[in-house]
């Protein structure tokens, strides 16, 4: 009973914490939490980061796939639903065979996805649990926070200040939605489904533990095949009748230990003396197996009324016009440009070192303060992060997502080192631009550069008088995205920035 508890505060701790690191859209929670990302499984191997793989390895040969239960969040999730799914009956649960047919099938289409064509990041439990959490938790979380902002401001406080909810589009939230819901729906019907079939994590680390020194095992002497402890093990992995338990798919959850009480099942030293079974023991009363409540339907109840709450704020705030000009006219929101090369972060050496690190778990989606970073909706790239000036530009000084991304899809960098980074170089659009469309006076884009890439020149060389438009110096310009992002033309800005495949230091 002890070491299920443990297990579980354990278990509740990394959840939360590492699901607030995909809440927070500030960027502090990272300066302290940060290495919990770092330590997820995938990440780690695409990061190359040889310490924390050489952990978990060893963690699981000793322990057995403890990282399944405790450190990987969709782990602790699936637990989550699979309570629910418990309720419906006292044992839901029974034994049966590994299909290691499909868990092994399903680990070599992984592998070649990811070697071919980089595609990790569809089966990557951590990135599966990143993403829900980014596209459905964090707009309520924001929602809550302008809640509380509100508050405070009438009592004179700035404890919470208010941001604008912004949903990432309609594909990132289908995508992100189906996938969570499909693991919840197998977790709650099966337990750890997922986990056992089809996680390729859960498939690798599962040869592993095969060989752990600590196993769950079964004391023939003790045991009176009363199946109580398979029909309550999740994973379905105990053979009562065999007084066998599969290591390879045991998560090491230890809600088998205290449903027997002759104590015939325990996390023992698996390459001890085993016991001897010498006399059979007749079937006992079991204790039975205490209902908790049924709080289900109040919880979706409230999720759901919360949901919608958020998503009406966010309607009527989006149907709403934005004016100017004391309310006389209309701003027209801007468009999204057609750019041959999508935009790669700084710090992630260009598009195809991106596209084979990451695993689209949208941490740096939610930390970036400037809303530049959202999710792709190329199939070659797809919910991998790209850049985007509509909403904001991306900073000089700001490397948030360098120092947040547990894959090394982004590489750490400084400030320094990004304001010497090209990403791209902007392109003017000459039928855009106000001066030559609307006979004004602008040069928003060159008072506003950071590298100082644009200079103002006559749009009649003859003329020193005439009216001046920009001139881009290509070797300059870092493709920060400032120039597209506070030009006044629209929907599509006059200048804009177009990605480079390679990045490179000026």
Same mark, same amino acid.
């Given at each position: 009973?002890?070491?299920?508890?443990?297990?579980?505060?354990?278990?509740?701790?990394?959840?939360?914490?590492?699901?607030?690191?995909?809440?927070?859209?500030?960027?502090?929670?990272?300066?302290?939490?940060?290495?919990?990302?770092?330590?997820?499984?995938?990440?780690?191997?695409?990061?190359?980061?040889?310490?924390?793989?050489?952990?978990?390895?060893?963690?699981?040969?000793?322990?057995?796939?403890?990282?399944?239960?405790?450190?990987? &969040?969709?782990?602790?999730?699936?637990?989550?639903?699979?309570?629910?799914?418990?309720?419906?009956?006292?044992? &839901?649960?029974?034994?049966?065979?590994?299909?290691?047919?499909?868990?092994?099938?399903?680990?070599?289409?992984?592998?070649?996805?990811?070697?071919?064509?980089?595609?990790?990041?569809?089966?990557?439990?951590?990135?599966?649990?990143?993403?829900?959490?980014?596209?459905?938790?964090?707009?309520?979380?924001?929602?809550?926070?302008?809640?509380?902002?509100?508050?405070?401001?009438?009592?004179?406080?700035?404890?919470?200040?208010?941001?604008?909810?912004?949903?990432?589009?309609?594909?990132?939230?289908?995508?992100?939605?189906?996938?969570?819901?499909?693991?919840?729906?197998?977790a709650w019907r099966g337990g750890r489904t997922y986990c056992n079939a089809v996680c390729p994590v859960g498939t690798v680390l599962g040869m592993l533990s095969r060989f752990s020194l600590f196993r769950i095992t079964v004391d023939t002497s003790k045991c009176n095949g009363c199946t109580l402890c398979a029909r309550n093990c999740k994973a379905s992995c105990i053979d009562a009748k065999a007084h066998r338990v599969d290591a390879s798919r045991c998560v090491m959850c230890f809600d088998?230990?205290?449903?027997?009480?002759?104590?015939?099942?325990?996390?023992?030293?698996?390459?001890?003396?085993?016991?001897?079974?010498?006399?059979?023991?007749?079937?006992?009363?079991?204790?039975?197996?205490?209902? +908790?409540?049924?709080?289900?339907?109040?919880?979706?109840?409230?999720?759901?009324?919360?949901?919608?709450?958020?998503?009406?704020?966010?309607?009527?705030?989006?149907?709403?016009?934005?004016?100017?000009?004391?309310?006389?006219?209309?701003?027209?929101?801007?468009?999204?440009?057609?750019?041959?090369?999508?935009?790669?972060?700084?710090?992630?050496?260009?598009?195809?070192?991106?596209?084979?690190?990451?695993?689209?778990?949208?941490?740096?989606?939610?930390?970036?303060?400037? +809303?530049?970073?959202?999710?792709?909706?190329?199939?070659?790239?797809?919910?991998? &992060?790209?850049?985007?000036?509509?909403?904001?530009?991306?900073?000089? +000084?700001?490397?948030?997502?360098?120092?947040?991304?547990?894959?090394?899809?982004?590489?750490?960098?400084?400030?320094?080192?990004?304001?010497?980074?090209?990403?791209?170089?902007?392109?003017?659009?000459?039928?855009?631009?106000?001066?030559?469309?609307?006979?004004?006076?602008?040069?928003?884009?060159?008072?506003?550069?950071?590298?100082?890439?644009?200079?103002?020149?006559?749009?009649?060389?003859?003329?020193?008088?005439?009216?001046?438009? &920009?001139?881009?110096?290509?070797?300059?310009?870092?493709?920060?995205?400032?120039?597209?992002?506070?030009?006044?033309?629209?929907?599509?800005?006059?200048?804009?920035? +177009?990605?480079?495949?390679?990045?490179?230091?000026?």
């Amino acid at each position: 009973m002890l070491m299920k508890r443990l297990r579980q505060i354990s278990a509740a701790v990394c959840f939360t914490l590492v699901t607030l690191l995909f809440l927070d859209f500030t960027g502090a929670i990272h300066l302290w939490l940060g290495w919990l990302a770092k330590i997820q499984f995938l990440p780690a191997v695409l990061a190359l980061n040889a310490g924390v793989i050489v952990f978990l390895v060893l963690l699981t040969l000793v322990f057995g796939r403890v990282y399944c239960s405790v450190i990987c &969040p969709l782990g602790v999730f699936q637990d989550l639903a699979a309570r629910f799914g418990h309720r419906r009956k006292k044992l &839901p649960y029974a034994f049966s065979e590994s299909k290691s047919w499909l868990r092994y099938g399903v680990l070599a289409v992984f592998l070649v996805l990811a070697a071919v064509f980089h595609a990790s990041a569809w089966l990557d439990p951590y990135a599966i649990y990143g993403r829900a959490a980014n596209a459905l938790l964090q707009p309520l979380w924001m929602w809550g926070n302008n809640v509380l902002a509100y508050f405070a401001e009438r009592m004179n406080s700035y404890a919470f200040y208010s941001v604008e909810v912004w949903m990432k589009g309609a594909a990132v939230f289908a995508v992100s939605f189906v996938m969570i819901l499909a693991v919840a729906v197998l977790a709650w019907r099966g337990g750890r489904t997922y986990c056992n079939a089809v996680c390729p994590v859960g498939t690798v680390l599962g040869m592993l533990s095969r060989f752990s020194l600590f196993r769950i095992t079964v004391d023939t002497s003790k045991c009176n095949g009363c199946t109580l402890c398979a029909r309550n093990c999740k994973a379905s992995c105990i053979d009562a009748k065999a007084h066998r338990v599969d290591a390879s798919r045991c998560v090491m959850c230890f809600d088998c230990l205290d449903k027997c009480s002759r104590g015939a099942i325990g996390y023992r030293f698996a390459y001890g003396k085993k016991a001897v079974r010498t006399e059979p023991v007749s079937a006992g009363r079991q204790k039975p197996v205490s209902d +908790e409540g049924n709080g289900r339907r109040a919880f979706i109840a409230g999720t759901a009324v919360m949901f919608a709450s958020a998503v009406s704020a966010q309607v009527a705030k989006k149907v709403e016009p934005v004016k100017m000009d004391g309310g006389l006219a209309d701003i027209i929101g801007k468009k999204e440009p057609v750019r041959a090369t999508p935009l790669a972060p700084p710090g992630s050496v260009g598009a195809r070192h991106m596209q084979a690190h990451c695993t689209a778990c949208q941490l740096c989606v939610s930390v970036c303060p400037n +809303e530049v970073l959202r999710p792709s909706r190329r199939l070659d790239t797809f919910m991998q &992060p790209y850049l985007s000036y509509e909403r904001g530009y991306c900073r000089p +000084e700001c490397t948030k997502c360098s120092e947040v991304c547990p894959a090394g899809a982004i590489l750490k960098i400084s400030r320094a080192d990004k304001s010497s980074i090209q990403i791209g170089h902007a392109v003017w659009v000459k039928d855009r631009c106000i001066p030559l469309t609307d006979g004004q006076e602008c040069g928003n884009c060159a008072r506003h550069c950071p590298a100082g890439a644009i200079t103002m020149i006559p749009s009649d060389p003859s003329d020193p008088e005439s009216l001046k438009i &920009p001139a881009v110096d290509a070797e300059r310009c870092i493709g920060c995205g400032a120039c597209e992002y506070l030009c006044p033309a629209r929907p599509l800005s006059a200048i804009y920035v +177009e990605g480079h495949e390679v990045h490179r230091v000026i």
